[in-house]
């Protein structure tokens, strides 16, 4: 915990968004977790991007289970709203909002043990149901509150910092989102914010469920050699698979695109991702070759990041259940409960 | 980029900008710390130990440390450096303990030097620790210069002069009080091993227009400011214009208003941008009723009946730098007295030209600026005397100088070989998240000064204006210092490249990238590294990727919070002290504080 709260003071040349606020202004209150934490680089990237989409902070809503990285929430956006769920039951919470308000911007913010471990079941619904939201899983390979326990994302081999070997398979919530149906995927780095800010951005863009698993070193428990999820090891075995760029709606595009034949996806909103540097033949809407690439890649050792899939077309928790086109709270109370009246007649009817 | 050499230690001495900025290069920083701290006499000592005048500087210096203050850039005021000096000065307890021993053997040499101002008892605070003997010429009757004579005692009481004089003619110096040195051939005859002259600019420049010499109440400012220093002048007219608007028009301007000026105008030329005194003092003599008009040129002087009765001016439009003028009318403004404070000069009537001491065109001394040494080997110069009028704290600088120099002849090391500055670098860590200075920023604006209220100052001459701080206003100001002394301090083989650092950083500074050129880096940091006059530090390449880490320096508040959120401790906060040489570089100048 550091010893002061961070000065307000500004560098001269701090930039100022579309809202007028600085970067600074997407700030939430210190943050406790241990110095060099991989969370608190993706908290800085949560605030870069939400910063330049000038997301205005009441319109937010911030969603988390528990573990170190469901902390995070309290660390951007001071002005946003907030629920930090039991562990492993955001996703039910987070779907619960959605379906009363659908106006927020819905941020999770997760670890691979809330996730993956005791809310497995949980994130797997709200993937079928391609709840609107952003869904970020600090992914560390361990149970960090709780001092370093292997998680369910643990590599066979991964060494905990005694020396002992974890035996069982890892789950890759990328793959599991795929064989679910999810409708974007990404994976990123916590330590490349060049390439995670824009995944971020173009997520809040999707329309529906989109899974961001980072590898986020645990600095405590989890950064030792022998570790697959430390620092240098990460380092040593990520691939940029896809290299990203967001377009936000409203800029002319066309005369940007390059003659490198990169894949543009053009989302609901407008916005558009534009991939480059992708592997020869690697279409980010085709489900199977993500999932074939993805295997190859984890057999070879490679930790594959990036944009991986992105599918705009599936119809998201709203339009599956037909909800109303506004929040709940703007529809008038008569009409969210009819009264004993009409409960009776509903009742009649099943006589 | 090369990786920054931190070692060399001009690199952190620049980003303490205040102490950069001064001559003499005081260690502000620490001496506001020791404040803080409520260790003033240790505070005065360090400040003395580099300025020579604490107290008196704590009233009058021209502070070219604070329009550099980092804090100015941060949230638009600088740090009262100034004015804490001043505190340091009043508050100061016994301290006669702390000064140089005295050696009672001498060393065998003999200087002499010509003037008591600033320079020449700067020079003998630095030679007399080291055995020498001085003997010192002023032709008034109280040591002090133009510090006495030319800045009114409303600003700076005798008391404090003869305070802060007297400390170091106890140190033994042989002061021959209303003895001019008429001939520097005479002085040179009575076997000196060297002579410093440290005469100031002791002549106020004139103004030949039509009617100056019709009457007897146009005024020299300095010597005018002189007279009353020493009483013989006690009144002036109701009406006075003073020409000229540097810090010696205001100091006369002021002093009329005490002795009975009621309409009291300054004349300026140029507009204010231009003008040469500091806001300050300006601020302060308008408080006091004084009018500043600009643009006007004094023209002639009106006399009727062989009385001055006023002058005429011609009213100016400027261009735009206030380059060109343009006339556009005379303009009458009626007087009783004209006090002309347009500037000094130097004036050396009683140097023979023969010597083998060259004069420039200008007719001053040529002098080696680093040395101050002239021509002739065995004089030197310092202060105003030396490279024409600066102020009190060049003076000292110079004097420092010129010590090392006299100490170095003497001892028959060319005086080119100057003594080289020396640093320390400490760790301040004293725990997880716990540094030994106060590392947090305090929001406090820049304190206000307090002056005695416009009845009780005009009641007589020489009440101090100027209360000094009250013990809130000095804790607040002193948490207003950003510690640039206590310097980040990066290992880049430790360094695992978690982005903690940036990540937590309040102003941006820190950016790790790939390399590149100085000029291309400085436009793709986390913030553009726009103001050219700070450093950007580079460091070696990272172990686990290659880049750099980049640091610009500008506004880097010190806080810390990138030495608390690296898991590595690849930064550090580490308290920077430069070793400034002296004269013999005595041991008691090297410790950080004394003990
Ligand atoms: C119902 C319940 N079971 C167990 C725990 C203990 N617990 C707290 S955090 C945690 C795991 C967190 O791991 P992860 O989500 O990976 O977060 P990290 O700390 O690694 O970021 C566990 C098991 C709990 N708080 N509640
Ligand atoms: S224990 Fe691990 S996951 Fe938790 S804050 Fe520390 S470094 Fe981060
Ligand atoms: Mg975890």
């Not at chain 1, 579309?18 to 110095?35: I, P």
């Not at chain 1, 039991?86 to 308000?101: E, K, Y």
């Not at chain 1, 070879?300 to 928790?317: C, K, M, Q, S």
Request: glycine letters at 8%; a negative charge; hydrophobic letters at 40%.
């Amino acid at each position: 915990m550091p010893s002061i709260a961070k000065p307000a003071v500004l560098h001269p040349s701090a930039q100022r968004n579309e809202l007028g606020l600085t970067l600074r202004d997407y700030e939430g209150s210190m943050s406790t977790l241990c110095a060099g934490c991989g969370h608190d680089s993706v908290t800085a990237a949560i605030v870069r991007a939400l910063w330049e989409l000038s997301v205005e902070p009441h319109k937010l809503a911030k969603m988390s289970g528990i573990g170190c990285s469901s902390k995070t929430p309290a660390y951007f956006v001071t002005g946003a709203h907030g629920f930090n769920s039991a562990h492993g039951r955001m996703p039910p919470i987070a779907t619960g909002a959605n379906a009363a308000n659908r106006e927020l911007l819905y941020i999770g913010v997760s670890g691979d043990g809330d996730s993956l471990s005791i809310g497995l079941g949980h994130l797997c619904h709200a993937i079928r149901r391609n709840v609107r939201m952003v869904y970020i899983i600090e992914n560390n390979g361990v149970y960090g509150l709780t001092k370093g326990q292997f998680s369910a994302s643990a590599d066979v081999g991964t060494k905990s910092k005694k020396g002992e070997a974890n035996r069982m398979a890892p789950i890759d919530p990328i793959q599991l989102g795929l064989s679910l149906g999810a409708t974007f995927l990404a994976r990123g780095f916590s330590g490349d914010k060049e390439q995670l800010v824009p995944i971020l951005k173009a997520a809040v863009a999707h329309r529906g469920f989109a899974i961001i698993d980072v590898v986020s070193p645990c600095v405590t428990f989890n950064d030792h050699t022998g570790s697959t999820k430390s620092y240098l090891y990460t380092r040593q075995h990520r691939i940029r698979a896809t290299e990203t760029d967001y377009v936000p709606p409203a800029t002319e595009i066309l005369t940007e695109i390059s003659p490198r034949g990169e894949t543009a996806v053009t989302l609901h909103d407008g916005s558009v991702v534009r991939f480059s540097a992708v592997p020869a033949d690697y279409n980010p809407s085709d489900r199977l070759a993500v999932a074939k690439f993805l295997q190859e890649n984890a057999a070879d050792g490679r930790i594959v990041t990036g944009l991986l899939y992105v599918d705009e077309a599936t119809p998201n928790i709203h339009e599956m259940n037909n909800t109303p086109a506004k929040a709940l709270t703007s529809v008038p109370w008569s009409k969210l409960c009819p009264g004993a009246e009409m409960l009776n007649a509903l009742q009649e009817e099943f006589r | 980029m090369k990786p920054t050499d931190v070692q060399d230690p001009n690199y952190y001495h620049k980003v303490v900008d205040c102490q950069w900025g001064c001559p003499a290069h005081t260690n502000v920083p620490e001496y506001i710390r020791l404040i803080a701290q409520g260790r003033y006499t240790e505070s005065y000592m360090l400040n003395r130990k580099s300025n020579v005048f604490p107290a008196i500087l704590g009233r009058t210096c021209d502070r070219p440390c604070e329009p550099v203050c980092r804090r100015a850039r941060v949230d638009t005021s600088p740090v009262a450096i100034c004015r804490l000096k001043r505190v340091a000065a009043d508050l100061k307890g016994e301290y006669g303990h702390l000064l140089p021993p005295i050696p009672a053997r001498k060393n065998g040499k003999h200087i002499a030097c010509v003037g008591a101002g600033p320079a020449s008892l700067a020079v003998a605070n630095d030679l007399m620790p080291l055995g020498y003997r001085i003997t010192m010429f002023e032709k008034s009757a109280k040591p002090g210069g133009l510090m006495r004579s030319n800045i009114p005692a409303f600003r700076l009481p005798g008391s404090i002069i003869d305070e802060e004089c007297g400390v170091i003619i106890d140190m033994g110096v042989d002061v021959r009080y209303n003895t001019p040195v008429p001939s520097l051939r005479g002085l040179l005859q009575e076997g000196y091993d060297a002579v410093f002259v440290g005469t100031g600019a002791p002549r106020g420049k004139n103004l030949e227009i039509p009617g100056r010499y019709d009457t007897d109440r146009i005024h020299i400012g300095i010597d005018w400011l002189e007279s009353v220093a020493f009483g013989h002048i006690d009144s002036i007219g109701e009406r006075v214009l003073i020409i000229g608007v540097g810090n010696t028009a205001m100091d006369c301007c002021r002093t009329s208003r005490r002795l009975g000026g009621k309409d009291i105008k300054v004349m300026a030329r140029r507009p204010r941008d231009f003008f040469k005194a500091s806001p300050w003092e300006l601020e302060d003599a308008e408080e006091e009723g004084v009018d500043i008009l600009i643009n006007f040129a004094p023209k002639r002087f009106v006399l009727e009946n062989g009385r001055l009765v006023g002058m005429d001016f011609e009213r100016l439009s400027w261009d735009v730098q206030a380059k060109k003028s343009q006339t556009l009318e005379t303009v009458f403004f009626p007087c009783d007295d004209v006090i002309l404070a347009i500037g000094q000069e130097n004036a050396f009537p009683w140097i023979e030209r023969d010597l083998g001491i060259e004069f420039d065109k200008w007719d001053m001394p040529v002098l080696d600026p680093t040395t101050l040494q002239s021509s002739l080997p065995n004089v030197f110069f310092g202060g105003d005397a030396a490279l024409g009028p600066k102020n009190i704290i060049w003076a000292v600088e110079q004097a420092h100088q010129a010590a090392i120099s006299i100490h170095n002849f003497c001892e028959g090391i060319p005086v080119t070989d100057r003594p080289p500055n020396g640093m320390n670098l400490i760790s301040q860590k004293m725990g997880i998240s716990e540094w030994s200075y106060h590392n947090d920023f305090n929001p406090a604006p820049r304190q206000k000064m307090k002056h005695v209220d416009l009845v009780e100052r005009f009641r007589e001459l020489n009440v101090e204006v100027e209360l000094g701080f009250s013990p809130e206003q000095t804790a607040r100001e002193v948490q207003r210092c950003l510690n640039c002394d206590i310097e980040t301090e990066f290992t880049p083989k430790r360094c695992i490249e978690c982005d903690a650092c940036i990540d937590i950083c309040p102003t941006q500074c820190l950016t790790i990238t790939a390399n590149g050129d100085e000029a291309e880096l400085r436009t793709r940091l986390s913030a553009p590294a726009l103001n050219l006059e700070q450093a950007i530090y580079a460091s070696a390449p990272l172990p686990q990727t290659g880049r750099i880490m980049v640091k610009d320096e500008d506004v880097c508040v010190h806080c810390g919070l990138c030495a608390e959120r690296c898991p590595t401790a690849a930064w550090d906060m580490q308290k920077f002290e430069i070793l400034i040489s002296l004269a013999g570089t005595q041991e008691w100048n090297t410790a950080l504080v004394p003990a």
